[in-house]
C-alpha cells in the first residue's frame, strides 16, 4: 500500500533553483564584469593610443613569434579566425603590421608586426602592465598569484576537455 505525503512533506519550501540565487554571486556574471572592469582601466590607460585590449593581445603575441599565420595567431590569441582577420585589417589599415604571402605556401599569409606597431607597443606596456595591477590590486600579492593559478587552472582543463570555443568577448588584454 503507498504511503501518503507527510503533512511537513507538503509544506516544505521549493528547493531553490540556480536561478532563484542572487545574480552578483554567479561565476560567469562576475566573470563578465571583471571582464568589464579590466576593459575600462586599459581604456584609462592606453585609450590614446585607440588599442583595444584584443589589439594589444594580438600587437604583443606578434611581437613574440615574429610572423605568424592567422590561424596560429587566433589560436594564440583564443579569438575565432574571422575575428583575428578583421583586427590584422584593422592593425594592417593603421600601418602597426603588414601581410604577406607565406614562401612556402602561397595559400596562407602572415602577419608582422611592422616598426611603427612595435614602437606602439613599446608606448604603451607600461600603461598596459599598470592596466592589469589595477585590475587585481584590491588582492594581496599571495591573492593575486592565486587569482591567476585558479583562472589558468580552469582554463587549461576546459581547453583541454575541448569544451571552448575561441571568442573574443571574454576578458582580454
Known amino acids: ?15 531553490p533553483t540556480w536561478r532563484d540565487g542572487p545574480l552578483q554571486g554567479r561565476p560567469g556574471f562576475l566573470i563578465r564584469r571583471l571582464h568589464q572592469i579590466h ?3 586599459f581604456a584609462e590607460e592606453c585609450g590614446e593610443e585607440k588599442i583595444t585590449p584584443i589589439m594589444y593581445s594580438v600587437l604583443s603575441a606578434l611581437a613574440q613569434s615574429g610572423p605568424v599565420d592567422q590561424t596560429t595567431l587566433a589560436r594564440a590569441v583564443a579569438i575565432d579566425k574571422t575575428n583575428m582577420a578583421d583586427i590584422l585589417e ?14 612556402r605556401d ?20 607600461e600603461k598596459a602592465e599598470r592596466a592589469h595591477l589595477r585590475t587585481v590590486e584590491d ?13 589558468m587552472r ?11 570555443p575561441a571568442s573574443d568577448d571574454g576578458p582580454e588584454g
Do not use: C, N
Not at 1 to 15: D, F, G, Q, T, V
Open 1 to 15: 500500500m503507498p504511503r501518503a505525503k507527510s503533512a511537513l512533506a507538503a509544506e516544505a519550501p521549493p528547493i
Open 39 to 41: 576593459t575600462a582601466l
Open 90 to 103: 584593422r592593425l594592417r589599415k593603421r600601418g602597426l603590421i603588414r601581410r604577406r604571402v607565406a614562401p
Open 106 to 125: 602561397r595559400r596562407v599569409r602572415l602577419a608582422a608586426l611592422t616598426g611603427d606597431g612595435q614602437a606602439v607597443l613599446d608606448r604603451i606596456d
Open 139 to 151: 588582492l594581496s600579492p599571495r591573492e593575486q598569484m592565486l587569482f591567476l593559478d585558479y583562472m
Open 154 to 164: 580552469v582554463v587549461t582543463a576546459k581547453e583541454t576537455a575541448g569544451d571552448t
